[in-house]
């Protein structure tokens, strides 16, 4: 065989070997990130453009009139700020609850146990979690006995049951509440995994020196992974901006917790165009996220 051909092998060959890779990402995510953006721009038939949409004597964006009303309708803009208020509280909240379980579980003789127990709930349908929570927070109305755990609890305190799921103001940090013991799991197992491999040459090192456990913590470990929590924390942004199953299980987006994929979901069969919009907009959200961990897959690599 001539030294040509096997160069013109060498380049058909590994395109055939990714090729079914490429006709699955074909299928089965350009096909529909392209059709939801053109849906995106008509109206809530899917048929006409978007600017029929407009209101008589309203503000109208014409082509983009379903982006005005993503970006404007009030109760979007509820959703927008439920959103964010989930990425500020849960977030942060998730990532340290895991961080705090991997470091203190590596000291136990029963680590193993602690953290199965930990990641115990992933193994829950998001769904059944939901429906768990539910009976955490019920409440009874009148004298009938109050079979909701939590509110059981300060029945049998003296205080009065607390209406988890319908009192704005509450509601939404009890529905975070779900997803940390949900999420928490999650982030133990890569940040344990992230301690467990720092060099035990530095660690000791640290400890000749003087430094106590605290400083240990704060001044070793955590710069030595915090590419990992970076990476920890840009997945949970990702996570918490698509959160959809406990909202809607739980309120169904009522009482002031609607969110982003909750509103989306409503509008699916109603209004085609604006629901095409708002998962359009949550793309373009999750995209900068998504490049940016990739990037910091690469150097991680690249440092090994």
């Known amino acids: 065989m001539s030294t040509a051909k096997i160069m013109q092998q ?23 990130v392209v059709n939801t953006t053109m849906l995106s721009f008509r109206d809530r038939t899917g048929e006409q453009p978007a600017s029929t949409a407009c209101v008589p004597d309203g503000p109208c964006w014409g082509t983009f009139e379903n982006y005005r009303y993503t970006l404007t309708n009030p109760e979007m803009v509820t959703a927008l700020r439920n959103n964010a208020l989930w990425l ?7 990532v340290a609850a895991g961080l705090l379980v991997a470091v203190l579980a590596d000291r136990v003789r029963y680590e193993s146990l602690v953290k199965a127990v930990i990641f115990m709930p992933m193994a829950i349908s998001f769904i059944g979690a939901g429906v768990i929570w539910r009976f955490m927070y019920a409440i009874e109305t009148g004298q009938a006995n109050q079979v909701g755990l939590l509110n059981g609890i300060l029945v049998t305190l003296g205080a009065q049951p607390v209406p988890w799921l319908s009192t704005s103001g509450i509601n939404s940090f009890a529905l975070m509440v779900v997803g940390i013991w949900l999420w928490a799991g999650f982030c133990m197992t ?4 992230a301690l467990k491999g720092l060099p035990t040459e530095v660690l000791e090192a640290a400890r000749v020196d003087g430094a106590t456990e605290w400083q240990l913590f704060w001044r070793v470990m955590i710069p030595m992974i915090l590419p990992t929590i970076t990476v920890v924390t840009t997945t949970m942004v990702i996570i918490i901006l698509k959160i959809f199953d406990i909202v809607f299980v739980m309120t169904g987006g009522n ?7 909750n509103r989306m979901f409503k509008l699916i069969v109603t209004d085609t165009g604006r629901s095409m919009a708002i ?20 150097q991680e690599e690249a440092m090994r």
Request: proline share 8%; aromatic share 14%.
């Open 255 to 261: 009482f002031g917790t609607e969110v982003i994929a």
């Open 88 to 94: 500020l509280v849960m977030v942060p909240l998730t």
């Open 279 to 298: 998962a359009v907009f949550l793309l373009i959200l999750t995209i900068p996220l998504m490049i940016y961990n990739v990037y910091r897959f690469r």
């Open 190 to 193: 890569i940040l344990s995994a």
């Open 10 to 32: 060498g380049k058909v060959v590994p395109w055939l070997y990714i090729l079914p890779a490429l006709l699955v990402i074909a299928i089965f995510i350009i096909y529909p």
